[in-house]
Structures are given as structure tokens and as C-alpha cells.
């Protein structure tokens, strides 16, 4: 039996066709289950890896997507029963693994998670891997004391996939949150997110000239990388905490060390890829229940397979907007 998918071959030397195709459906091996797609989504990461860059994807014909919802259609598992709810996001799916931007995907058991109750498939797809690495983010404030009652907290990146989802959690748990972007035609967007205040990314960078600032932000939450964060650094109070997971704007922190000798603040690296299992099913305990936001329609985009490689156009010239998530069945 074949099945609708979205795939990336290699037709030469640094040249790939990306097209919706015809492809044999996947069969279980052990230890492994078949998932029966209902949503997946669209991540920065999957449309480098439409293009072919090596650093996501080495491994053609390939289908994309990071992320994937719905049932499980076949198992030789007994780690889970055919017609349970599941998802997959992180570990090597959508990068050498065939992803879920297809009508089945066959994944290793030890992937994959149980569907909150509370929560849908297309809910927990908007959220997907941004939504995972926001709520670990956030996490990782609050294990370190950040408090609502010690001051703002700043994302950074706030219009892409990660930073619109870390805006409204903090929002909904009592943060005053600002956010940072580099488009000003979304400054409405933002403040109906849960922004009280949006900084323009060059006025951010421009402003920040000396080696360190005066006092803001209790917290952080960095999504690019880069200038950017360098300077977010310098700006947060004594015994603050600034997360990052993102290097659209630079791969490399160009920065000094007063903001860490003067002021105890800490910088902690979030990873929703390979972090522990048990790890992220409480952090979709926690979307599907008390961090559930609801704005979750308000960054929501859904679109079907047909839709995908328009919207990776976007992503890569940097134009996205929130999260897209892709109706499968």
C-alpha cells in the first residue's frame, strides 16, 4: 500500500526537488510503532531540511517533519495498544528518520508520548516542538526562582513558533512580559499574545552599548542567539536567569563576562531534541492543563500538505508568523 508524504530527493550535487509523492506505507520492526498521522507542524528545522542542508539532513529521499500527532495504527510494542493517542517531536525524527509529513510514520516506541486527555491533537501539534521547548524554557526560570513579583521577563524572537508560545505562557502564569522583533507590523500581534511592551530588534541592539546595563529583567528567554542575546545579557538583574535554544540570528555569543561576576546571572542551554522522555510528558502535562493558553487560535495557522513548501519559503526568508500546524487525516 502506498501513502501520500512529503519528500526531499537528491537529484544532484547540492540540488533537491521537494513535492508532495506516492510512497510504500511503513511496516513495524521491533520495538518500533506505526502512527496513523492526524497533525504534524512546520519548524524552522524542517524547512532547512527541504532544502537539503546537510546539518539537518544527510539521509534522501527523505519526508519532513519534526513534529507528529495521532493514533497508533500498528505496534510491536507493549509499550502501547493500536487506537491509543500518541506524538513524537524531538530525537532524529524528520532529520534521518522519514518524518510526519505523511499519512503514517514508523518511529522507535522508546519516542514517543502519550496525549494528554484535556488536550487535541491539532492543540498539541500548535504547540509541537516550540511549544516543548517554550514550556522547558519557562520551566527552567521558575526551577531557578524566577518569580512574577521580581520583575519583567524578556523573549526575544517573539513572533516565531517558540518565542509567541513562551509570550502567552508567561503571560497566563503572571509574568509582565516584553518582547523583542524585528517586525514592527506585528506589535498589535504581540501585545494580543500577552506582550505589554514590544522593543523593535534594532532599537534593542542600538541601545545596548556598554558592556552592561542597568538592571530590567528578572528573566530571559532567548530564541535567536547572536547580538541579540549578548545584549539581553546585560540587562538582568542580580540572580536572574536567561534561557536560550535558538541561533537564527547568529550561532555564535559574542559577549563578556560582567553580567556573570557581577550580577550571578546564569545562562542555561534548553534542548527539546534529546532531553528525557519522562521529561517532556510532563511538559505536555502541563500545556494540556495549566499552562494551556488561550491565544492558542491566535498563533495558530493550519494548512495541509498542499500548503507545506509555501510556508518553508517563508520560514527561510525569515517572514513566518506563529505556528502552522498540517491537517493529515
Not at 546537510?54 to 509499550?79: L, M, N, Y
Amino acid at each position: 500500500m502506498n501513502m501520500k508524504a512529503f519528500l526531499v530527493e537528491k537529484v544532484a550535487d547540492r540540488e533537491f526537488l521537494a513535492a508532495i509523492k506516492e510512497v510504500p506505507e511503513p511496516k513495524c520492526d521491533e520495538d518500533e510503532i506505526v502512527i496513523k498521522v492526524s497533525y504534524s507542524s512546520l519548524n524552522y528545522k524542517d524547512a532547512l531540511s527541504s532544502i537539503g542542508n546537510p546539518g539537518v539532513t544527510r539521509k534522501f529521499p527523505h519526508i519532513t517533519g519534526i513534529d507528529v500527532a495521532g493514533v497508533v495504527h500498528e505496534t510491536a510494542s507493549d509499550a502501547f495498544v493500536v487506537g491509543e493517542k500518541v506524538l513524537v517531536t524531538g530525537y532524529d525524527l524528520g532529520m534521518n528518520t522519514d518524518g510526519g509529513h505523511a499519512e503514517f510514520v514508523k518511529v522507535p516506541a522508546s519516542w514517543v508520548a502519550s496525549i494528554p486527555d484535556a488536550i487535541s491533537d491539532k492543540e498539541i501539534m500548535t504547540f509541537g516542538t516550540a511549544g516543548l521547548t517554550a514550556a522547558l524554557s519557562v520551566n527552567e526560570l521558575l526551577d531557578n526562582g524566577v518569580k512574577p513579583e521580581d520583575g519583567e521577563v524578556l523573549v526575544t524572537g517573539a513572533t516565531g513558533g517558540v518565542g509567541s508560545i513562551a509570550v502567552s505562557i508567561l503571560k497566563k502564569i503572571g509574568f509582565t512580559v516584553v518582547a523583542v522583533s524585528g517586525k514592527e507590523e506585528q506589535i498589535d500581534y504581540l501585545k494580543q499574545i500577552g506582550a505589554s511592551e514590544v522593543i523593535i530588534r534594532d532599537t534593542f541592539n542600538e541601545d545596548a552599548k556598554k558592556p552592561i546595563m542597568a538592571e530590567r529583567y528578572a528573566g530571559v528567554v532567548d530564541t535567536v542567539g547572536g547580538e541579540i542575546l549578548a545584549n539581553a545579557l546585560k540587562y538582568i538583574k542580580y540572580d536572574g536567569v536567561a534561557t536560550c535554544c535558538g541561533l537564527t540570528a547568529s550561532h555564535e555569543l559574542n559577549t563578556n563576562v560582567f553580567p556573570f561576576i557581577l550580577r550571578g546571572v546564569r545562562l542555561i542551554g534548553i534542548d527539546s531534541v534529546e532531553c528525557k522522555l519522562e521529561k517532556k510528558q510532563a511538559a505536555w502535562d502541563k500545556l494540556a492543563d495549566e499552562w494551556k493558553i488561550d491565544t492558542l487560535d491566535s498563533i495558530t495557522n493550519e494548512i495541509t500538505l498542499e500548503g507545506v513548501k509555501d510556508i518553508y519559503a517563508l520560514m527561510l526568508e525569515g517572514k513566518s508568523v506563529g505556528r502552522y500546524v498540517v491537517k493529515i487525516s
